[in-house]
Structures are given as structure tokens and as C-alpha cells.
């Protein structure tokens, strides 16, 4: 059997695994998933990741994408009433750093560089001694996302590149987040200042699709956009002195441990400080 550590952590692994993480692959998974044949692998999935179907809207599913991108029932994720909460985006396990000379130090001691995850050195640079939130979401995961915070967002960017898993595994070899084909926005908030939240597909990953990439105001908690098939990432930046994460959040991301959170879930308090 082919597991990812015999993929990513031997010679003959990383030689079958380069046609897995190029996007034709990825497409071409995206297009079975969206066949109406693809029904058909949406109950041994159910089963399989103990998913709880009552809880969504399964009204016109027609392929397993369908199913994948379903919308929880109103009132399942609330978001925290604290005007001033940082809000997680999504679900999934979320772990926070701080940015300390442009290098976020991550997952079981992975390192990766703000300015080629942005590929823009003054926004990158803008967030030095700020904080990194990584949500990790799996594939049991409920795979819709919202904006963590409001304010006028700038046009969205993408980045093509590859799609690598992003558990731990792959962490540990590779600089998975700035590998990835990936999509973000630039957000400007009265109280957090100029953030970003950043998209970034998986294996098998073939779409993440943003509902509005264009400029313009957003709302906190709106819904921005899902991932179609397979594990994905969010990752959100904000400026140094804007925000204090919750110290649980903090104490488990010291200690190498992820926090597991619902979308909606407040992760810290934003305010300002003199930086």
C-alpha cells in the first residue's frame, strides 16, 4: 500500500508523487467528483468520517462535489457576539505563531518565508512581529469559509502552484503553504489594520472557489467562499499590536499542539496598541 510517508520521505515516494500534486490531476479528480456517477462514493464517505447528515441542506446533491460543498442548517455555527473578537473563518485545527523575521515557524518544526507565501515583499513586510492563524481543515470538515473580520477588501490574488497534502506529514519535508496553489485577500479593517486571508488547495483539490474576488466592502461572518474535494488551509495574518490570541490558542501552539475550532469561534480579541 502507498501511504504519504513512503510518498513523501523516500526517494522512489517523492518520484510518484510529482504527477499527484500538478493541477491536470487535480482537474480531472475536481471533474470525476463532479459526475453524477460520484454519488455513489458520498455514503462510504459519510460513514467513514462519522459526518452527521441531519445537520445539513442535502436538497438538490448530484454529485459527490455537491455533497462535499453542503451548507449547514442555520444556527449550527453561530459567530461569538463580541464586537471585538477575532473570529475563526472556518472549521478545522488552528494553530497561531508569531511572524519573527519574515518566517512563520509551524507544524512539527516547518518553516515557511510571509514574502514567498505573498510573494509581495512590503505586504509581507508589514507583518513582521504580527501573527499567523493556520487552519488546517480535513476532509470531514465542513469545507464553507466566512471573512474573519469586515472592512474593504482589495481585488484577490492568486498563485498557481502545486497540491501537496497539507497534513503534518508533509510539513515536515516540504514548504507545503508557499508550494501550493493558492488565493488571497487584502483586507483593511478600522481596528486589525491591513490583513490578509489566504486560501490555499490541497491534493486533489481541484477548485477554491471565492465568491466575490473582486474589491469592495466585506461583512464579518458573510460567507466568502468553499473548497471542492480533499483537505485544505486557511491562513490569516494581522499586523503586530492588533490582536492578542486567547491563551489557550497560545499555550497549545507553544506546546506543537493543534486547537480544533468551529467557524464562528472567537480565537482572540482585537484592539489597539501602540506597536
Do not use: W
Not at 462535499?68 to 478545522?92: H, M, Q, W, Y
Amino acid at each position: 500500500m502507498i501511504t504519504l510517508e513512503l510518498l513523501y520521505k523516500t526517494k522512489i515516494g517523492r518520484i510518484l508523487l510529482k504527477p499527484l500534486t500538478i493541477k491536470p490531476l487535480s482537474d480531472l479528480a475536481g471533474r470525476l467528483m463532479d459526475s453524477r456517477a460520484s454519488v455513489l462514493f458520498i455514503e462510504p464517505f459519510v460513514q467513514k468520517n462519522g459526518i452527521r447528515k441531519e445537520d445539513y441542506v442535502l436538497e438538490d446533491i448530484h454529485s459527490f462535489n455537491d455533497f462535499f460543498c453542503r451548507k449547514i442548517k442555520s444556527g449550527l455555527r453561530t459567530l461569538c457576539p463580541d464586537e471585538n473578537a477575532v473570529i475563526a473563518p472556518c472549521d478545522g485545527y488552528l494553530k497561531v505563531c508569531r511572524i519573527t523575521n519574515g518566517t512563520v515557524l509551524n507544524v512539527k518544526q516547518s518553516r515557511f518565508s510571509i514574502r514567498t507565501l505573498l510573494r509581495d515583499k512590503k505586504l509581507a513586510d508589514s507583518f513582521e512581529g504580527g501573527y499567523c492563524f493556520v487552519y488546517r481543515l480535513c476532509v470531514e470538515h465542513y469545507h464553507r469559509y466566512i471573512y474573519f473580520t469586515d472592512g474593504f477588501k482589495m481585488p484577490d490574488r492568486s498563485i498557481r502552484g502545486f497540491y501537496h497534502t497539507v497534513r503534518p506529514v508533509a510539513l515536515e519535508e516540504i514548504p507545503v503553504f508557499t508550494e501550493n496553489s493558492r488565493q488571497y485577500s487584502v483586507i483593511d479593517n478600522d481596528k486589525l489594520g491591513r490583513c490578509v486571508q489566504m486560501e490555499v488547495g490541497a491534493m486533489l483539490v481541484g477548485r477554491i472557489v471565492n465568491e466575490k474576488p473582486g474589491a469592495g466592502k466585506v461583512i464579518k461572518g458573510a460567507e466568502k467562499g468553499h473548497f471542492e474535494f480533499g483537505g485544505s488551509t486557511i491562513i490569516v495574518l494581522i499586523p503586530k499590536g492588533k490582536m492578542k490570541p486567547s491563551k489557550e490558542l497560545l499555550d497549545n501552539s507553544r506546546n506543537g499542539k493543534e486547537t480544533p475550532v468551529k467557524m464562528g469561534d472567537a480565537v482572540g480579541v482585537g484592539h489597539l496598541l501602540d506597536n
